[in-house]
């Protein structure tokens, strides 16, 4: 007969009180715990103990209270255990040396001596399934909650951590994917298979843990949120996999045929019993084979791959095998949008697994987010609601003031870790930089105070650890981003990599602090304190310690590359080895140096060392890309000097310049979508004079007797005369073949009216003058949205370069006069004869560039080269009418023309709200509507992020 495990022992010599008790004695959270009865939270007290380095503690405590138990061997158990988990490791190195046979035998006895020590401390799972009328699932659920519930971050502040804790599905904002406002959530409501993009920080594993968290709550009973596009009664069994867990369990061969067990493999040899859930595995195979469940597989990105190492294509061919036979299942993959690139091998079949975009905050998700932030931080600070309301409102208002705080804001881990700044500082930081600077320093700060501890039945108060050690706290910075920089160069070559930091081990920290501290003693308490507060550090269990979120590993790291010898030429070195992995360091590097500008040059010079040249390619595009944020981030163009092309921060302007627009131009050379990212790039930055970086003509704006105007270049002149418009096989009913008259020659210009042309209006003193809004209606009513005549529309894509969209007809007109007042000639929107004339000059041709359609010589939506939105003007040179030098005249936006759809004649402005005629084609439009006789009509206040227009320059004869 087997003896009692600690887990029985616990139940039976242990209340309900005194278990409380026991838990305050050893540093461990009751309300914490998972489970309803006694022994589901001795079993979680003992795993939480077994995982964080507390066995011996533990087991002493109750030694001590109850001497007449033979209780377990605490130090034996946890030493056992260590040398286990450290075997278990370093399998990882034994791949290359021993034969896959021998390495699974290995392997084997290693997990038998895991169950036998677990058997130990937590006995057999049949007893804890007997010994309760609990079934598997609700321990399963309820374990699962208390891995996808808490908010990793929320302990910044320390007021936090003495309160219950704040919940994912406390915080959770709805997130939005695709163009059209569905929200995440009910597109997967409505999906089988789903892959989720997202960006760094952009809430793909809190959409992950929220809607694992909603389905598990559902099935227990508990109070859970509605969820957009479910009905209240859906209760899908959630299972959550971090894909970086099961690809570090993957054996060394897998034999043909077998990869789609490899996830059941792994749910029943490692997550399950790592949760103390062994005995749920047969029904939750069975529920999920026949009844159906919500299957997440979080962070396909996470895993690294390289010539040698094929386990990311492993994990998707796991996942599509694994995922075929589950009709009643949805199943949904997360991954970084940069890394899940078209062409790539590893990519899941997009047939079987379509693929959406995860939108960043709107202002009105960040509004929502600071008001639930406050209405649960608030009263911990002892605020009431009145005072909760005024202070959302004055961080929603800081965060939205500056551009770059705006910019910020749209990341749901910034956007939490500016609240968090905010409610200690009450004021928010500069940039991205500065705010892990100050978050940082908080931790640090953390690490200052005094503690509270419970000892036997007493509290003391402790000395905080940088009092204890007698040092600055800079140098205990120091120490640990030493730590961070090895810790993120080491987990770049491993075969696990995530958005979490890398698992640092205690010898690589006791060496960096002892070099820091003067002795391993000191270095001991640092990590002996560790483990009752987590600050800057964490610790995983009595041999591995993790920064809270793997963006401070990577500011700490930038932070310490700033101490080494050439700082430029390191990182660029790692830029050009993995600049997946090393990218947000570069960034966070260069906004650490906003205030030294001479170190941001140093930076961009070591990654473009050259002038552009006809070389381009796609890694050298990616690179500019990376140097133009670090300018963007780090306001870099005030310090140049534009008259001064020589001066050197100009000069580094420009060659940023000249290679975005090398990149932006390489048709053929450079995926479209490159392309018209680098246009974005390129449309970011302005001089200090207000012109754009963007020099080419026609494109930006210009002064001209101190004023600042659209800058536009012409094209050539269309002579007056009849031509042939009209007709082809794709004809409309009006779009037969017919010959019109142009009575003047004129010009178009070359592109549409860009957002910083439009800008210069709407800037302009003298922006409302009646002049130019002249015969319009004093509101503008569109689609049951009411706007004041002069009220703009937000610009959907806010880019410099690219064309002025959400803008109505009348809005056009009123530039046009306004434009043609300033040049001292005739300006306005061309009638839809002129467009047409002029996009099929000389020859009558379908398409402004010959009569073939090309889906790469315009920006529509057609085929896998669509970019689902506007692009910079000019991005498509081959699709522009060379004779006239006209561009964009197919997609990109729809053009307003100045006559009314059904009196082609009929020019004039007036309030009838008679429909105008659009030419072009969209980024959102097909084929069709790329001819250049196509045409459609909408009412003159319409307004649409794919409506823009060009004006037209009339040659008045003598």
Not at 310 to 318: F, G, I, N, W, Y
Not at 524 to 543: C, H, I, M, P, S
Request: glycine share 8%.
């Amino acid at each position: 007969m087997s003896l009692p495990s600690l887990r029985d022992l616990i139940d039976q010599h242990f209340n309900a009180e005194e278990l409380r008790q026991l838990c305050l004695d050893v540093g461990v959270a009751y309300e914490n715990l998972v489970g309803e009865t006694r022994i589901m939270k001795a079993q979680s007290l003992v795993e939480h103990c077994l995982r964080h380095g507390l066995l011996l503690p533990l087991t002493s405590r109750c030694q001590k209270l109850r001497p007449r138990v033979a209780w377990p061997d605490g130090a034996k158990v946890a030493q056992e255990w260590d040398k286990v988990q450290q075997k278990i490791a370093a399998q990882e190195h034994l791949r290359d040396l021993l034969p896959p046979a021998q390495l699974e035998e290995v392997r084997t006895q290693l997990q038998a001596k895991e169950r036998d020590l677990l058997a130990q401390l937590m006995g057999s799972v049949a007893e804890l399934a007997a010994s309760q009328s609990h079934s598997w699932e609700k321990h399963y659920l309820q374990t699962l909650l208390g891995y996808c519930e808490p908010l990793d971050l929320a302990a910044i502040d320390e007021l936090y951590g003495e309160q219950k804790p704040i919940r994912v599905s406390d915080v959770f904002t709805s997130l939005s994917v695709g163009r059209g406002g569905k929200t995440a959530v009910s597109t997967i409501a409505t999906s089988k298979h789903l892959v989720i993009l997202g960006y760094p920080g952009g809430g793909k594993s809190t959409l992950v843990n929220y809607l694992a968290a909603q389905m598990a709550r559902r099935r227990l009973g508990q109070p859970a949120d509605p969820l957009d596009g479910w009905q209240d009664n859906t209760a899908l069994l959630p299972v959550r996999i971090i894909l970086r867990h099961f690809a570090a369990a993957l054996p060394a061969t897998v034999p043909p045929g077998k990869k789609g067990g490899l996830v059941w493999d792994y749910l029943q040899h490692h997550l399950l019993p790592q949760w103390g859930c062994q005995e749920a595995f047969t029904e939750l195979k069975r529920l999920l084979t026949e009844e159906g469940g919500l299957i997440l597989f979080d962070g396909l990105d996470e895993v690294a791959e390289s010539d040698a190492d094929t386990r990311r294509s492993l994990l998707k061919e796991a996942i599509a095998d694994f995922a075929a036979p589950l009709e009643q299942c949805k199943v949904v993959v997360t991954c970084r949008e940069y890394a899940y690139k078209q062409g790539d091998a590893w990519r899941l079949p997009e047939a079987d697994f379509p693929v959406v975009d995860l939108q960043l905050f709107a202002p009105q998700q960040v509004k929502k987010f600071t008001q639930t932030w406050y209405r649960l931080t608030g009263p911990l600070k002892g605020w009431d609601s009145r005072r909760c309301q005024r202070e959302a409102e004055r961080l929603y208002t800081a965060s939205q003031q500056q551009p770059h705080l705006r910019e910020l804001a749209q990341y749901p881990l910034l956007l939490t870790l500016m609240a968090q700044v905010h409610g200690r500082d009450g004021t928010l930081p500069e940039d991205r930089a500065d705010l892990y600077e100050r978050a940082v320093n908080l931790l640090l700060a953390h690490w200052e105070n005094r503690m509270e501890r419970e000892v036997d039945g007493g509290r003391r108060v402790e000395p905080g650890l940088i009092a204890r050690l007698g040092v600055k706290t800079e140098v205990l910075k120091g120490a640990l981003a030493r730590v961070a920089f090895q810790a993120h160069e080491q987990q770049e070559m491993a075969d696990e990599r995530d958005e979490r930091s890398a698992d640092i081990t205690r010898d690589l920290l006791w060496e960096e602090l002892h070099a820091a501290l003067g002795s391993y003693d000191r270095a001991k308490q640092v990590t002996d304190y560790v483990e009752f507060r987590a600050g800057l550090l964490q610790a995983r269990d009595r041999f591995t310690y993790t920064f809270p979120h793997r963006t401070f590993q990577e500011y700490l790291a930038a932070w310490h590359i700033w101490q080494t010898v050439n700082p430029g030429e390191l990182l660029a070195e790692r830029l050009r080895r993995d600049l997946g992995w090393w990218r947000e360091v570069f960034l966070l590097a260069a906004g650490q140096q906003k205030q030294t500008p001479r170190n941001v040059a140093d930076l961009v010079d070591w990654l473009l060392p050259g002038a552009a040249d006809g070389k381009v390619t796609p890694e050298q595009v990616t690179l500019t890309m990376l140097a133009e944020q670090a300018l963007y981030e780090t306001g870099f163009m005030s310090h140049t000097r534009p008259q001064q092309p020589q001066y050197r921060f100009t000069a580094v302007a420009i060659r940023v310049r000249d290679w975005l627009l090398a990149g932006m131009l390489a048709e053929g050379q450079i995926p479209v979508k490159e392309r018209a990212a680098a246009g974005r790039s390129l449309g970011r930055l302005r001089w200090p004079d207000s012109m754009l970086l963007d020099n080419r003509p026609g494109v930006g704006v210009m002064w001209h007797n101190g004023l600042l105007l659209p800058d536009i270049a012409w094209g050539e002149v269309v002579a007056a005369g009849l031509y042939l418009i009209g007709g082809n096989e794709s004809v409309y009913d009006d779009e037969k073949e017919r010959e019109v008259e142009i009575g003047q020659p004129f010009q178009l210009a070359c592109y549409p009216v860009t957002f910083a042309q439009f800008q210069c209006f709407v800037e302009a003193d003298d922006f409302t003058d009646e002049r130019w809004w002249a015969g319009m209606p004093p509101v503008e009513e569109a689609y049951d949205t009411v706007y004041q005549l002069r009220e703009l529309s937000k610009q959907k894509f806010p880019f410099t370069n690219h064309p002025r969209e959400n803008v109505s007809w009348y809005q056009a007109v009123a530039f046009c006069r306004w434009l043609g007042d300033k040049l001292g000639a005739v300006v306005a929107l061309p009638h839809e004869h002129e467009w047409e004339v002029a996009a099929r000059y000389p020859d009558n041709r379908f398409f402004p560039w010959g009569n073939e359609f090309a889906a790469d010589k315009a920006n529509i939506d057609v085929g896998d080269a669509a970019v689902e939105q506007t692009t910079t003007v000019g991005l498509y040179p081959a699709g522009q009418n060379r004779k006239l030098g006209l561009h964009d005249l197919g997609g990109n936006v729809w053009e307003w023309c100045s006559n009314k759809y059904a009196e082609l004649e009929e020019t004039v402005v007036d309030d009838s709200g008679a429909r105008r005629v659009l030419r072009g084609g969209s980024w959102y439009g097909n084929l069709l509507n790329a001819r250049a006789m196509a045409r459609v009509n909408d009412y003159p206040v319409a307004r649409y992020n794919f409506f823009g227009f060009r004006v037209i320059h009339r040659i008045v004869l003598p």
